[in-house]
């Protein structure tokens, strides 16, 4: 399994993914690396679905990295919570615990093939946000922008 996403994430890093996505014959490829690696006869479109849940695995692990009082070890990487926030944290997030406290397998390469995919803050859009609205700033910038040129127009006048 680790030379599959060694394999894909030296793909990335030499630029030959587009934007978001594997071009099809990446994804053939992968599914015969995932063939040679499991054993299994796996098609491009059953490695698209294998893909689309480890994206969805590093997003959740990117939203955990940010969580309040987590920290980060390179190293290891593992997210630490201490012991009274992560038992309060997994009790409401149960699947959580396979990824708190413990070595996260291939984050590495996960990093590599997904973070520049995944739109995080500000910059994501829910399901049923409408696709044609760009956001350009923050709600805060937009705040702080607004204070600042009443600042400004309150000084124009004196």
């Given at each position: 399994m680790d030379k599959c996403y060694v394999n894909l994430s030296q793909l990335v890093a030499s630029g030959t993914r587009t934007s978001s996505d594997f071009k099809q014959v990446h994804l053939n490829a992968y599914g015969r690396a995932l063939n040679e690696c499991l054993g299994v006869l796996i098609t491009g479109t059953q490695g698209g679905n294998h893909l689309r849940k480890w994206k969805k695995i590093?997003?959740?692990i990117v939203k955990l990295k940010s969580l309040s009082g987590a920290n980060w070890d390179k190293e290891s990487?593992?997210?630490t919570l201490e012991s009274k926030h992560y038992i309060g944290h997994i009790?409401?997030?149960r699947e959580d615990a396979n990824y708190l406290n413990t070595p996260i397998?291939?984050?590495h390469e996960m990093a590599t093939i997904f973070d520049?995919?995944?739109a995080t803050?500000?910059?994501a859009k829910r399901a049923n946000d409408?696709?044609?609205i760009e956001v350009t700033e923050t709600e805060n910038e937009r705040r702080m922008h607004q204070k600042t040129l009443k600042m400004l127009h309150l000084r124009m006048i004196k």
């Open positions: 590093y997003g959740k990487c593992t997210i009790r409401d997030h397998k291939h984050y520049n995919s995944l803050s500000a910059y409408p696709l044609a």
